[in-house]
């Protein structure tokens, strides 16, 4: 087996998905996390100047997409066939399409006024518009998953993407039944109970 580093800074953010992911396969890796001090050191080894990095074996590797997909496909939590990896791919698509619209908000928005305003659009409009969708793709499943009868990278993002909105609005899931029950079967997950539990 590899030996597994990530390296990221000391939020959850785009590496909270990769924390799940080796958390929910019970494989063994380096939290490697950075502050605003130890970051501009690190930033010239890296291959695109930015984080996450996963290293494997000592080579670093960027783009937390990609991590995504290379560590669920080796741990076995991208799905049982093509057409599984098919499902968990549009999951990843939708929570993509609704990514700038949180980037707007917490990243490209500095003023303070207009960033409150940007916020509500996003937890009373533009994210239950793409929570819906995900609704939508837990009851065609039919399901306590989102993609096949077991956890995939999926759950995880859906996951990781509804504890970030519960932040801001906690009833943003009051009509989405079914993402709600889906959270539940991730937190029991045994797996990943000890982690949620602890994790900063």
Known sequence: MPTYR?????????????????????????????????????????????????????????????????LAREFGLYGKNNMEIFKVDIVMNIIND????????????????????????????????????????????????FVGNSLTLADLAVFDLTDNLLQFKPDILSTFPLIVNNRKVVESSPALTSYLKTRK
């Open 98 to 145: 609704l990514m700038p619209f949180i980037v707007s908000v917490f990243v490209e928005e500095k003023d303070e006024e207009k960033k409150k305003i940007l916020l509500e659009k996003l937890v009373n409009d533009d994210a239950p518009k793409y929570l819906a969708q995900l609704e939508h793709v837990a009851l065609q499943n039919g399901g306590a998953y």
């Open 6 to 70: 990530l390296h990221y800074f000391d939020v959850r953010g785009r590496g909270e998905i990769i924390r799940l992911l080796f958390n929910a396969a019970g494989q063994k890796f380096e939290d490697v996390r950075y502050t605003k001090e130890t970051w501009p050191l690190f930033k010239p080894l890296t291959p695109l100047g930015q984080l996450p990095c996963l290293e494997v074996d000592g080579t670093l590797y960027p783009q937390s997409g990609a991590i995504y997909s290379y």
